[in-house]
């Protein structure tokens, strides 16, 4: 890699010092969110086989007995300083949504909002190579999109996917018993905002973007060759955010075990010191009604619980005896998962952390 390399992570341009929050820590705090939400009729139609009931990935609309649409749209601020990475991840993870519902992409559309007056508009040629060659990885093409002048960088994608009507995977079907498989370690708000103050080592920032550049396309194919109850995907509402949708929409509790749970090198010194996005601060408030956290935990290990992730693992709940086979699987497969706990019994969606 040259100089000139878009790839190359170190820039004179530091896209992340043009926004306050990036990458999905810069989502609505959840509560206000939902307050507005609660005021807007939801409209009903037929064809709906997932819609905005359960906090879902993606919205599924029946074309027929064969065949549905799977729907998806993410964009935000940059979460790192270099625009192709920024691209690269940004699609990842708008494409994450398609996996976690056990779907396959079809095509994207981009969606664009780029200060033309003070950055050149190369930096925007490379946030959209970043963005196409991540899409050429997952076998898709992107076929246009929209573009706005703003005083923050924005990027993201609408993405399309389609699956089979009986074979969707939504966050509402975990059953006592199943275990609970993580496919991403946790920490990437933290130490993206670490990087933003200029507090984290080259590795750490490379082995970040690395990871947030990841696709779930790979665990999403090796997962739906096993009976997988339930999944979701880790993203701004951090592991007990997303964790609380399935538990919520499954009617179930669970718990977790913070000493199984991955966490990203360099993850626990930064929360140690505080570096904490707001958005993980919000998570926390947010998921504290129903979270029961063991007496021992300290308070940054329950930051980095509710750490915002970016393009975060894929968060699957399989029965007890095919969970360990599925997890080989992912390991052979060079996939970083764990099982970090079980679903125990029905419920109002308690979570506990032992
Ligand atoms: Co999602
Ligand atoms: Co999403
Ligand atoms: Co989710």
Redesign the pocket.
């Known amino acids: 890699m040259n100089k000139t390399d878009p790839k190359n992570i170190s820039t004179t341009i530091r896209l992340t010092q043009f926004t306050k929050g990036g990458g999905?820590a810069c989502k609505l705090r959840p509560q206000d969110l939902e307050t507005v939400l609660d005021q807007i009729p939801v409209m009903h139609d037929t064809h709906v086989l997932v819609g905005t009931d359960n906090h879902d990935?993606?919205a599924v609309y029946k074309i027929n007995n064969e065949t549905a649409l799977v729907e998806?749209?993410?964009f935000f601020t940059p979460v790192v300083d270099n625009p192709y990475w920024f691209g690269a991840i940004a699609a990842a993870?708008?494409l994450?949504?398609i996996y976690a519902m056990g779907a396959r992409a079809l095509f994207a559309l981009n969606i664009v909002g780029f200060p033309s007056k003070t950055l050149p508009m190369e930096v925007l040629k490379n946030i959209l190579t970043g963005a196409q060659q991540k899409c050429k990885e997952a076998g898709i093409p992107i076929l246009g999109g929209h573009t706005i002048d703003d005083e923050d960088p924005k990027y993201g994608l609408v993405v399309t996917g389609s699956i089979h009507p009986d074979r969707i995977l939504t966050n509402g079907n975990a059953r006592p018993g199943d275990l609970l498989i993580l496919t991403k370690p946790l920490g990437t708000g933290i130490i993206t905002s670490g990087i933003k103050k200029q507090l984290t080592p080259e590795n750490v920032k490379n082995n970040v973007i690395r990871q947030m550049a990841t696709l779930n396309k790979h665990a999403s194919e090796i997962m739906l060759k096993y009976p997988v109850s339930s999944c979701t995907?880790v993203?701004?509402f951090g592991l007990l955010g997303h964790l609380s949708e399935m538990t919520h929409a499954s009617k179930t509790e669970a718990t977790v075990k913070y000493e199984k749970i991955p966490v990203l090198p360099y993850t626990e010194k930064l929360a140690m010191e505080n570096v904490i996005p707001a958005g993980t601060k919000n998570n926390y408030d947010y998921t504290s009604p129903f979270v029961d956290y063991a007496e021992n935990l300290a308070c940054y290990q329950k930051m980095i619980l509710n750490d915002a992730q970016t393009s975060g693992g894929l968060l699957i709940a399989i029965p007890g005896k095919h969970a360990h086979p599925l997890l080989d699987d992912l390991i052979k497969k060079n996939v970083n998962a764990h099982i970090i706990g079980e679903f125990t019994q029905t419920g109002t969606g308690k979570i506990h952390v032992r």
């Open positions: 999905c990935d993606a998806t749209v993410d993870n708008a994450s949504d995907d993203t701004g």
